[in-house]
Structure formats: structure tokens, C-alpha cells
């Protein structure tokens, strides 16, 4: 039974020059056509898989500035096509000024439950370093909103280690976002990542990295975070008791989970595919009844473990002791105070949290 699902809106008025995600400008494709194709990969799907979600995420792209119409008409569809009372949890990634009061109202009554907006910074030029073309007075504006409109799980996204952006700037970021209340908060250290513009620049010694400043700037969030009663239970993700993401939950404990839309991952049954991330040629491909599902790979068990290593040592719940237990580098690790066991889950202890990815490379 799949019980996850992830549906893939690659729509972005702009485009931010770190993003590797698959995305464009709506121009005329965000309309009914592409709404139908991906609600007729989900009725495909649904004869193919059982299928009950628990958690739908809508991720992207900036999958809040569907219109009114065909949000309504892709939830509504999504509705028919699936069971969806046993929905926990049903996320929606926005970004500022791409909604209104009016709008955010419909996201709820539409089923949306979690709402997870791209602020990314609340300081002008950091704001300005990421090409984002919001201001913080928009983000505060999208948050209100969103809480006026009756969400109570809203999660904020915020990025640290930006070229230029100094300790200060990013305890200040830190603590607007705290005094917005919001229920999450995802802090992550900008990388750079290939094919895009930010990694051209580094190349060419404009854009520096310094791992240093994101040691600094992690712990930094780790300690203001839990100070004002976050939990830290991912390496990038922050939450108020009980806010813990269960779609994000699900991917790193290995759950199998479906994805639906131009170049959207699915993972069923040890078999992953992604979906042909060119939107338009998705949306003749399904209408035309044809696969789009492209890099098909089947998982080994040795897959799934490096996999389980390089997620589950992230999560604060730690790793199953199995995946690990034996191997060379886990006594010079644990000598070293970088990882710790805890009953049957080996954990990060403070000092490995910042080394959180080499430690994973280590151990596969
Ligand atoms: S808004 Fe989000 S998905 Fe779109 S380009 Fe920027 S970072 Fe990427």
C-alpha cells in the first residue's frame, strides 16, 4: 500500500540562481491540460498500485500560484481518484505574494493542512544574493495571512551560509522567524549545486563556500532554536512537539511513496523512477497514454542501505544499529565522540551533527 504522495507543480514566476529542482516560468502551460495530465497519471496510477494517502505534499516549483480554478480542480480530482480519509497531513510549498487572504482560505478548504512558505531570509541583501524577488515585508504579510486564513501548522523555510550574509544577519533571520510563531522551521546550508547559475559563479571564485561559516551558522540555529522550544529531529528541520513532518518522516525511514508530474521521483517496491521533468512533453505523453516514466532503477538491498545510512543518521530518532554494527569505522567514530549508541539506533552526538554527511560517506 502506497501512502505517500508527492505531486510535482515545476511552475516559478522567477527563477532563483541556486535552484536545481526541475522548474520554469508558467508561460502558457500552467493551465486545465496540465492539471488533467497529472490527474490522469494519478488515475494510471491508482490501477496500477494500491494507493490510500496518509500525506500528500505539493512541492515544486511554487506549487501556491496555481489559480484559484485549477488548484480547486486538481484537489477536487485528487479527491475522486484517491481515498483520501485517512489524510494526516496534506503540505503545500508557497512562496510569498504568490496568494492572498482569499486564496489561503481556499488552501484550506480545499483539505491543505500544512502550508510551508519560502522566506529563506528576512535580511534585504541575503535576500538579494539569493535572486529571490520577494521582500521580507511580503513574507510576514504571507505568514499573517496564512494564519489568518486558519492554519496552525505553517512551516518557514530560511538558508544560511550565503555568501556575504554575516553570523549576525543570520541570528537576526533566526530570530524573526522565531517571533513569528511559526510551528517549523527549515534551516538549510546553501550548497552549490550542478547546472546552475550560483555553481558557475563559485566556479569562477565569486561565490565562495566556507564550512567553517556553516558550522558556525548550524550550530547557531541549533542552539536558538531549541532554546525557544524547537526540536531539532533532521539535520535541517526544526519543529514545535507534534509539528514533525510525516511526509518528509516517511521518505527517510525508506516508506515507499509515488510521485506524480514532470520529473517527480517515485519510489515503489524497491523499483524508483522519475518522471520526464519536461513539462510539456509529459503532458502530451499521459494524454496520449504513453509512459513517462524515465531512469527507471531497481533497488539492491546494498542501495537501500547506503540510502537508509545517509537518511535515517540524520534524523534525531538515529539509525538502526544493524545497518552499521561491525563496521570498521563505527569504534573510531563513536572514540571520537562523532556518533553515539542509543539502545538499538546509533545517533549523531553534538559534535557530529555539523558532519553529518561525511559521517554518512564513512560508513557505505
Ligand atoms: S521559488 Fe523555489 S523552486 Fe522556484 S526557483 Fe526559487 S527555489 Fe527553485
Same mark, same amino acid.
Given at each position: 500500500?502506497?501512502?505517500? /504522495?508527492?505531486?510535482?507543480?515545476?511552475?516559478?514566476?522567477?527563477?532563483c540562481p541556486y535552484c536545481a529542482f526541475y522548474k520554469h516560468q508558467p508561460g502558457s502551460l500552467a493551465n486545465r491540460t496540465f492539471v488533467n495530465s497529472i490527474l490522469e497519471e494519478a488515475r494510471i496510477s491508482a490501477g496500477e498500485f494500491e494507493v490510500q494517502p496518509e500525506t500528500i505534499f505539493f512541492g515544486g516549483g511554487t506549487p501556491s500560484l496555481l489559480s484559484p480554478t485549477l488548484i480547486t480542480l486538481l484537489c477536487e480530482g485528487l479527491r475522486d481518484i484517491f481515498d483520501l480519509s485517512k489524510i494526516r497531513e496534506w503540505t503545500l510549498e508557497s512562496n510569498p505574494a504568490t496568494f492572498d487572504l482569499k486564496k489561503a482560505r481556499l488552501f484550506r478548504d480545499l483539505g491543505i493542512t500544512r502550508p510551508s512558505l519560502g522566506v529563506q531570509s528576512f535580511h534585504p541583501r541575503t535576500l538579494s544574493t539569493l535572486g529571490r524577488d520577494h521582500s521580507a515585508d511580503e513574507a510576514d504579510e504571507a505568514?499573517?495571512? /496564512?494564519? #489568518?486564513?486558519?492554519?496552525?501548522?505553517? !512551516?518557514?523555510?530560511?538558508?544560511? !551560509?550565503?555568501?556575504? $550574509? !554575516? /553570523? $549576525?544577519?543570520? #541570528?537576526?533571520? /533566526?530570530?524573526? =522567524?522565531? =517571533?513569528l510563531n511559526p510551528s517549523h522551521i527549515s534551516c538549510y546550508n546553501l550548497t552549490y549545486e550542478e547546472d546552475t547559475e550560483f555553481m558557475q559563479r563559485h566556479k569562477k571564485g565569486e561565490l565562495d563556500a566556507n564550512e567553517d561559516r556553516d558550522a558556525d551558522a548550524f550550530y547557531l540555529a541549533l542552539s536558538l532554536l531549541e532554546q525557544n522550544g524547537f526540536a531539532h529531529y533532521e539535520i535541517s528541520n526544526y519543529a514545535r512537539p507534534g509539528f514533525e513532518s510525516l511526509h518528509n518522516q516517511a521518505y527517510w525511514s525508506g516508506s515507499d511513496y509515488l510521485g506524480l508530474g514532470p520529473g517527480a521521483v517515485s519510489t515503489v517496491t524497491n523499483i524508483r523512477w522519475k518522471n520526464l521533468p519536461d513539462t510539456a512533453g509529459y503532458t502530451r505523453a499521459v494524454l496520449d497514454g504513453k509512459s513517462v516514466k524515465t531512469e527507471v532503477e531497481h533497488l539492491t538491498d546494498e542501495d537501500r542501505r547506503i540510502e537508509a545510512i545517509a537518511l535515517q543518521l540524520r534524523t534525531a530518532k538515529g539509525l538502526p544499529t544493524g545497518y552499521i554494527d561491525g563496521l570498521y569505522p563505527v569504534d573510531s567514530l563513536t572514540q571520537q565522540g562523532l556518533i553515539v549508541k542509543k539502545g538499538d539506533r546509533y545517533c549523531l552526538t553534538y559534535e557530529g551533527k555539523a558532519l553529518a554527511d561525511p559521517i554518512s560517506a564513512s560508513l557505505v
Open positions: 500500500m502506497i501512502r505517500h /504522495l508527492y505531486i510535482h507543480i515545476p511552475f516559478c514566476h522567477h527563477i505568514f499573517r495571512i /496564512l494564519g #489568518e486564513s486558519g492554519f496552525d501548522n505553517v !512551516s518557514i523555510d530560511l538558508m544560511f !551560509s550565503i555568501p556575504g $550574509q !554575516s /553570523l $549576525q544577519d543570520w #541570528e537576526s533571520d /533566526l530570530r524573526h =522567524a522565531i =517571533a
